[in-house]
T-cell receptor
Framework: NAGVTQTPKFQVLKTGQSMTLQCAQD?????MSWYRQDPGMGLRLIHY???????DQGEVPNGYNVSRSTTEDFPLRLLSAAPSQTSVYFC?????????????????FGAGSRLTVL | EDQVTQSPEALRLQEGESSSLNCSYTVSGLRGLFWYRQDPGKGPEFLFT???AGEEKEKERLKATLTKKESFLHITAPKPEDSATYLC?????????????FGKGITLSVRP
């Protein structure tokens, strides 16, 4: 059981380049999300999805796109990278985030992808 | 606006020296308060969820408590392997769009 798998672990981009961070989970979780973690700040939500074909914006969505064609995969696309997008990105999933059942709101995180934009 | 403040920012303990980490919060209708552990270069790992004031949860050397304004993570007789960053987060109301607000984290170092 691999959990949440993110690729790549490290990436360096030049300003204006585009790229996709990959996220896959094998736990059949309906809810998937992307966070960014910056020094001196808490984790901030970028985008989330409650199931295949359904996505929505989080707290800091500008400059990022997402899609959810399958339950397993939730890629994050940077359309035109900027130095302000230098960060560590985490994908997280939950079997029923927002629900009332015990454990429904627990997030399982991937190991992270460290992105540097020059 | 929901807010989470964790203190201290960093804590250095000697092995066996018990202490507490603080998480103060303001939230419009608490659905749950979460503690996560994060090791360097890894993603956060779930520790506890607390739902109501007075609730306590324990796991090995860790014990989490909750009041209406703050939560404490008590570490009893810590070991070097307890060294990590501990994150606190609060969730307001229910629903898939319910916001999870994270604190900045507390970096704990335990010296042998």
């Amino acid at each position: 059981n691999a959990g949440v798998t993110q690729t790549p672990k490290f990436q360096v981009l030049k300003t204006g380049q585009s790229m996709t961070l990959q996220c896959a989970q094998d736990m059949n979780h309906e809810y998937m999300s992307w966070y960014r973690q910056d020094p001196g700040m808490g984790l901030r939500l970028i985008h989330y999805s409650v199931g295949a074909g359904i996505t929505d914006q989080g707290e800091v969505p500008n400059g990022y796109n997402v899609s959810r064609s399958t339950t397993e995969d939730f890629p994050l696309r940077l359309l035109s990278a900027a130095p302000s997008q230098t960060s560590v990105y985490f994908c997280a999933s939950s079997y029923a985030y927002g629900g009332l059942a015990a454990g429904a709101n627990v997030l399982t995180f991937g190991a992270g992808s460290r992105l540097t934009v020059l | 606006e929901d807010q989470v403040t964790q203190s201290p920012e960093a804590l250095r303990l000697q092995e066996g020296e018990s202490s507490s980490l603080n998480c103060s919060y303001t939230v419009s209708g608490l659905r749950g308060l979460f503690w996560y552990r994060q090791d360097p270069g890894k993603g956060p790992e779930f520790l506890f969820t607390l739902y109501s004031a007075g609730e306590e949860k324990e796991k090995e050397r860790l014990k989490a408590t909750l009041t209406k304004k703050e939560s404490f993570l008590h570490i009893t007789a810590p070991k070097p392997e307890d060294s990590a960053t501990y994150l606190c987060a609060v969730q307001a109301y229910t629903g898939a769009n319910s916001k999870l607000t994270f604190g900045k984290g507390i970096t704990l170092s335990v010296r042998p």
